[in-house]
């Protein structure tokens, strides 16, 4: 968006006046300004904390907003009023990409269009007087105002969802038919917990003890941003480390560039076909992507020698999971990951290595990340052979099930082949790769490619 085209200032200009439009009423009608002040310097106040670098300001789109404070504004104010909270915390927001001005326009018209159109569907459905009614002012109405209250965040989620899809194509050239994929799932949850806290402080702030009850609810919902964001922060760490590691790993060993990214789409491929947990299904894709990491501790003499190797030099070849292993031993957030990366050379009828474990022996990860490794051997090109396809590669590994590989995971990858297809990453260039280079075993030449 450095370089805006002109559908996207046109559609940035129309969410601005649109935004104006809901909110000049505010101007001219019969306000609460008290009310509104105090809970836009809050609302900006909290989006400063939330954007600043010591909570996280790298959380990911539609959570680094704290809009707690928005939808309280929300279910206690009309919906001009509501729209005008947004607007000065969303002008002050700390924004990193340029144009920054277009940027801060932009996020204030999104949100005060979100505010109006909640507020509106709130207050026609009676949200108000079910909070504090003309009879019980202070006796909100119980399961009765959770009803108007969800409508509402329905209704923020779905604007700002519509909004975000059609910047997404007309800024970032997003075909318009995947624009809007997956915008509101990511949005709702986040927006509903936000509107929970929101509806306990417009309930707090209509009691008798007044808006400084209805601070207290920020603490909590503060100090959650805040423990959210670190996670998001640790997780941004964990795929730097990860990236490094990879790259090092390519750079060292040029004949399977690009390898390893691969093997981890491969292994989560087998992975939610086995009807693993999102946490496992993770943590079988860092060991996938690591499994070769080890590869750091061979010579690179070796890893680049063009004929056959010695057995000598195949010894120290077979050492690389070892090497691999001790070197993440270290990295908590693996977990299961660390048994794969050194026992991803083992073999179902015992003669693999480095301890030669037979069967069940073998960690169920390792006898994922072994036929994934072994497949995306026989698939990709190479400097010094064309790739073969992929039902000659599942034939083959099919052919080796039960002595090589586990016949569960072969089967496994077969049938989510069958479903999703194989669409891998393009292997970076091999130019300049030296020549030829024959395999030494007496196994398979695709299949023992993963001891290299």
């Known amino acids: 968006m450095r370089s805006i085209a002109p559908w996207a200032r046109a559609y940035i200009l129309m969410a601005a006046l649109a935004g104006a439009a809901c909110v000049a009423p505010a101007l001219t009608s019969r306000t609460p300004w008290a009310a509104l002040a105090l809970l836009a310097a809050l609302y900006a106040g909290c989006e400063q904390i939330t954007r600043c670098r010591v909570i996280g300001s790298r959380v990911p789109n539609g959570l680094g907003t704290f809009f707690p404070v928005l939808l309280a504004a929300v279910f206690l104010l009309p919906p001009a009023a509501a729209a005008l909270v947004a607007v000065p915390g969303a002008l002050l927001a700390r924004v990193e990409r340029r144009p920054r001005w277009v940027r801060r326009l932009w ?5 005060a269009l979100a505010a109006w159109a909640s507020a509106w569907v709130y207050g026609a459905l009676g949200g108000r007087e079910a909070v504090a009614g003309p009879d019980f002012p202070y006796a909100p109405d119980f399961p009765y105002a959770l009803a108007p209250a969800g409508a509402a965040v329905l209704a923020f989620s779905l604007v700002l969802t519509a909004l975000d899809g059609g910047i997404l194509a007309t800024a970032e050239r997003v075909p318009v038919r995947t624009a809007w994929r997956g915008l509101f799932l990511r949005s709702f949850a986040p927006v509903a917990v936000h509107g929970l806290a929101g509806l306990m402080m417009a309930v707090l702030w209509r009691s008798p003890y007044g808006p400084l009850a209805a601070l207290l609810v920020l603490l909590p919902m503060g100090v959650s941003c805040w423990v959210f964001a670190q996670y998001h922060r640790e997780r941004a760490a964990h795929q730097a480390t990860i990236r490094a590691l990879v790259q090092a790993v390519d750079i060292k060993d040029r004949y399977t560039r690009g390898h390893s990214e691969r093997v981890g789409q491969a292994s989560v491929l087998i992975a939610r076909e086995l009807g693993m947990a999102d946490e496992r299904v993770e943590s079988l894709r860092f060991a996938g992507i690591l499994h070769d990491v080890g590869k750091l501790g061979v010579p690179t ?6 004929g056959p190797l010695t057995p000598e030099e195949r010894r120290v070849i077979e050492l690389h999971p070892e090497y691999g292993h001790e070197m993440v ?5 693996l977990g299961e990951a660390r048994a794969a990366i050194l026992h991803h050379h083992e073999r179902i009828d015992g003669s693999g290595y480095p301890y030669g ?11 994922v990340v072994a036929v994934a490794d072994a497949f995306d051997a026989m698939t990709s090109t190479r400097s010094y052979r064309r790739g073969r396809p992929v039902a000659t590669a599942l034939a083959e590994l099919s052919r080796c099930a039960g002595s090589q590989f586990d016949p569960a995971m ?5 049938r989510a082949l069958d479903r999703h297809g194989w669409h891998p990453a393009v292997t970076s260039d091999t130019a300049g790769v030296p ?5 030494a075993t007496g196994v398979p030449a695709a299949p023992g490619a993963g001891a290299r």
Request: avoid cysteine; charged fraction near 30%.
């Open 410 to 414: 072969v089967a496994a990858l077969r």
């Open 301 to 306: 003499r070796l890893l680049r020698k063009d």
């Open 357 to 367: 474990l037979v069967g069940r022996q073998i960690p169920e990860f390792a006898r």
């Open 435 to 439: 020549g030829p280079r024959q395999e």
């Open 107 to 111: 996020r204030a018209a999104q949100i």
């Open 329 to 333: 031993r270290g990295i908590g957030f």
